[in-house]
């Protein structure tokens, strides 16, 4: 395997009318090619965020932390994403090599041009594809998404299909410019798990197929399982955990990673009680102190957990948590 | 089963016209089909399906603000009996007060100037079951209580809340009136793990407390397998199994439930690749196909299923199934 791409204290402040809030704090994480990794988290933990600033997506009111590195490896030597200016430089991330699928395909398509349109447009300004040679990768892509009639498919508009098929179609678009990263926000939520399960078997035959890697981010710890080879668990903008999906999933480190498994309805037991993580997420306006968690923690070990962050340490081989649990010096407090 | 039936329908339809259609037969959409159900006395019922299954249909026709095509649904809590078809308004009157629907998100659905205490006393004040703003008040505070709403939430305006307590506010306000039949549609599909489960269990708990009968609407099969005593799956319209929640999940019947459970991804990296995967999707109920509904997507259907419909068979202890080769099938998976 070799290396994809390295963030680096991925720190991100979005300015707004209630003040400066932040939404991903001293974050890092690397991916080799072939790998899935899968974010998770509830909802404003900062996955999103996270995934855009991949290809500097976010906008203008977003404010980078100075110590931000992202670099991403392709074949003609490492690019440092932070340093990109204008269009011209963005088309390096932007320019086929990554891709992203959202959750709502609709977002994603104009509604007033066709499916195929905007496949063969996509084509045309990331490769050097002729027009013939756009549309017949791109009725190609449609088929290989399990698109029925992919020719016909090509002319229709995205409000004309059903949700996974325009999940599919979606599919189709991104990976056309054979993106060496493919970045996926909650691709199947909106979808019935049958239809989640057809988009899942597909999306892991791609994956061996063109062998990129996969940011795969969702608040379906299932999902997750399914799907992933590494795990890594944000909350508040924090990266509290990471570690092999079977490390996370089975001895989980991080109290908050516990806690959500526990409040998980599954079927192996279905008569286990389901415990809730108590309280509500905090405001990301109201940052708690020392560990993000602490408000809600059951877990508690004194007053250091408020007064003080914790470290992201290794636990395991391929396994870190941040948490003070595992942390022997003592600290300060 | 020793608890009465609090509600039931009996070959219940819902149909909704289309435009066009000025040659033949009027063309509709059958968004409920023929479905027979009964909810006894303090069940948690739970009823799952694909979306456009008919589920929100089913449970709309069941609180009477769906219009009722054929068959009928009766209600009988102790107190009064009626048959909603021909509901008189005095009795629709009364009947709004028993039977509830939970809104899945009250700020989308209701005005964002009402505070948390209007929207909760609406419908005490729309259906005049409070005779002073004091009983009013009072009455709000003791549900809001019981929703875990403090007096202080009850000031603030329902945008400044989170998403669990929304659904908190919308539970508040559905009980109000005393109710006891409640619909929750989909009431915690948007909610985080965490949040849901604390929903899931206020739920739980608030119908035990009030001795209250819920229809609980989810496409998510493993919440449902937590909290629900007894399940009904939809399919096009139809209900295709029902059973207690136990029999159904271990023992499932119909090929549509069994495909529906084996999509549920599992927990275990280890079990990966194991799902029996469903093709295709659900159909359009304007033009379903003949015989059994779901035969286009079953991997076990032969001649029969094409031209026959199959209707609902004992299976097992109040377990029904709707499928012409059950026992076979049940017979090869054992
Ligand atoms: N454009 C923006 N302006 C201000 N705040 C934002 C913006 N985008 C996201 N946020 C905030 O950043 C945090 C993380 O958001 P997001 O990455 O979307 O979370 P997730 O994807 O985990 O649900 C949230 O508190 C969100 O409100
Ligand atoms: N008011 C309506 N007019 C026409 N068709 C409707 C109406 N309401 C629901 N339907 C149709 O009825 C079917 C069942 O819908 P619904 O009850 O919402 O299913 P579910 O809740 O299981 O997703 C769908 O095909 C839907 O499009
Ligand atoms: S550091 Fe303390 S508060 Fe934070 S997760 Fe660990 S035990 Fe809980
Ligand atoms: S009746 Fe036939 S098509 Fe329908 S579920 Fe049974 S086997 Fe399948
Ligand atoms: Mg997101
Ligand atoms: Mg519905």
Redesign the interface.
């Known amino acids: 395997m070799s290396r994809l791409i390295d963030v680096e204290n991925l720190t991100l402040q979005f300015d707004t009318d209630e003040g400066r809030i932040t939404a991903v704090d001293d974050v890092s994480f690397s991916l080799e090619a072939g790998e899935v990794m899968g974010l998770v988290g509830e909802s404003g933990s900062g996955k999103s965020v996270t995934a855009k600033s991949m290809m500097k997506l976010n906008p203008r009111n977003a404010v980078y932390g100075p110590e931000t590195k992202i670099t991403l490896h392709l074949e003609d030597g490492p690019v440092d994403v932070m340093s990109l200016q204008n269009d011209a430089e963005m088309k390096i991330v932007r320019g086929g090599s990554i891709s992203l699928i959202f959750q709502e395909p609709m977002a994603s398509f104009a509604p007033a041009i066709s499916i195929g349109d905007q496949m063969v447009e996509q084509l045309m300004i990331h490769t050097d594809f002729s027009k013939p040679q756009s549309k017949e990768l791109s009725i190609e892509m449609l088929d290989r998404v399990g698109i029925s009639d992919p020719s016909a498919r090509f002319g229709q508009y995205a409000f004309e299909l059903s949700g996974g098929m325009r999940q599919r179609a979606m599919i189709a678009m991104a990976l056309s410019t054979k993106p060496k990263l493919l970045i996926a926000d909650e691709p199947t939520t909106a979808l019935d798990v049958t239809i989640q399960a057809q988009v899942i078997d597909l999306m892991k035959d791609l994956v061996t197929e063109f062998g990129m890697g996969i940011i795969f981010i969702t608040h379906d710890l299932g999902v997750i399982a399914q799907t992933a080879d590494k795990v890594a668990v944000m909350y508040l903008g924090k990266l509290v955990e990471q570690g092999s999906v079977r490390d996370v999933i089975r001895r989980p480190a991080h109290p908050y990673t516990r806690g959500l498994l526990a409040a998980l309805p599954t079927l192996e037991d279905i008569d286990a009680p389901l415990t809730p993580i108590p309280g509500d997420i905090p405001s990301p306006l109201e940052r708690p102190s020392g560990c993000v968690y602490h408000t809600r923690c059951q877990e508690v070990v004194g007053a250091r957990c408020s007064a003080e962050a914790p470290k992201f340490l290794q636990v395991d081989t391929n396994h870190a948590a941040a948490c003070h649990i595992h942390d022997a010096s003592g600290g300060a407090a | 089963m020793s608890q009465p039936t609090l509600i039931s329908a009996q070959g219940l339809s819902v149909h909704y016209a289309l435009r066009g259609g000025l040659i033949g037969p009027k063309p509709y959409v059958g968004a409920v089909e023929n479905v027979d159900i009964e909810i006894a006395s303090g069940s948690f019922f739970g009823l799952v399906g694909?979306?456009g299954s008919g589920k929100t249909t089913l449970g709309r026709a069941m609180l009477r603000a769906a219009p009722i095509s054929k068959g009928d649904v009766h209600f009988d809590d102790g107190e009064v009996s009626y048959s909603l078809k021909g509901l008189r308004k005095q009795d629709l009157k009364d009947y709004r007060k028993r039977a509830q629907l939970i809104f899945q998100d009250p700020y989308a659905a209701l005005s964002p100037r009402m505070t948390v205490r209007d929207i909760i006393a609406e419908p005490l004040e729309v259906m005049g079951l409070t005779s002073s703003r004091a009983e009013t008040d009072e009455r709000v505070r003791e549900i809001a209580a019981k929703c875990r709403l403090n007096v202080e939430h009850l000031r603030r305006f329902p945008h400044a809340f989170?998403?669990?307590?929304r659904q908190r506010i919308s539970i508040a306000r559905a009980l109000v009136s005393g109710p006891k039949f409640i619909v929750a549609d989909e009431s915690v599909a948007a909610l985080?793990?965490?949040?849901?489960?604390?929903v899931?269990?206020l739920l739980k708990a608030i119908q035990e407390d009030m001795g209250l009968t819920f229809l609980f609407i989810s496409?998510?099969?493993?919440?449902v397998?937590?909290v629900c005593d007894h399940v009904a799956v939809m399919y096009l319209g139809r209900i295709v199994e029902t059973a207690p929640?136990?029999a159904l999940?271990s023992n499932p019947r119909h090929p549509y439930t069994t495909?529906?459970?084996s999509?549920?991804?599992?927990?275990?990296?280890?079990?990966?690749g194991k799902?029996q995967?469903?093709?295709g999707?659900i159909p359009s109920p304007t033009n379903p196909p003949p015989g059994c509904t779901f035969q286009t997507r079953c991997p076990y259907a032969i001649d029969l299923c094409r031209i026959q419909e199959p209707s609902l068979e004992n299976a097992g202890t109040e377990h029904r199934v709707a499928c012409h080769r059950w026992q076979e099938i049940g017979d090869q998976a054992t």
Do not use: W
């Open positions: 694909e979306s989170s998403g669990g307590q985080d793990v965490s949040i849901q489960a604390d899931l269990n496409h998510d099969l493993s919440v397998a937590h929640t136990r999940f495909a529906l459970l999509a549920i991804p599992s927990l275990d990296p280890d079990d990966r799902v995967k469903l093709e999707e």
